[in-house]
Nanobody, 119 residues
Framework: QVQLVESGGGLVQPGGSLRLSCAAS????????MGWYRQAPGKERELVAT???????NYASSVKGRFTVSRDNAKNTVYLQMNSLKPEDTAVYYC?????????????WGQGTQVTISS
């Protein structure tokens, strides 16, 4: 059974920092491309950052320079370090694991963790 469990969300003031973690089980973690997505109230889910199995990273323009995605394959965990947080970063953040296998894309999602940026 595949599980992605996010943690680290919370309430912080603008300009603050948070680090999200996503612990994976039930998959060969090192083979998966991992990502963070977020969904704000009334908006569609959007990509925040991804880190490929080989380590290359990609960021949404809105978070580039402020957020850093990383992974620890020994711990089956992906991280999202978020600095200089803004109120518009408020959303539920979801962890994603993705792999292309047998010609199809397989996706797994975590349950989400709430991040609220407010003074």
């Amino acid at each position: 059974q595949v599980q992605l469990v996010e943690s680290g969300g919370g309430l912080v003031q603008p300009g603050g920092s948070l680090r999200l973690s996503c612990a994976a089980s039930g998959i060969i973690f090192s083979s998966y491309n991992m990502g963070w997505y977020r969904q704000a109230p009334g908006k569609e889910r959007e990509l925040v950052a991804t880190i490929a199995s080989g380590g290359s990273t990609n960021y949404a323009s809105s978070v580039k320079g402020r957020f850093t995605v990383s992974r620890d394959n020994a711990k089956n965990t992906v991280y999202l370090q978020m600095n200089s947080l803004k109120p518009e970063d408020t959303a539920v953040y979801y962890c994603n694991a993705k792999i292309l296998t047998s010609g199809r894309v397989v996706n797994y999602w975590g349950q989400g963790t709430q991040v609220t940026i407010s003074s």
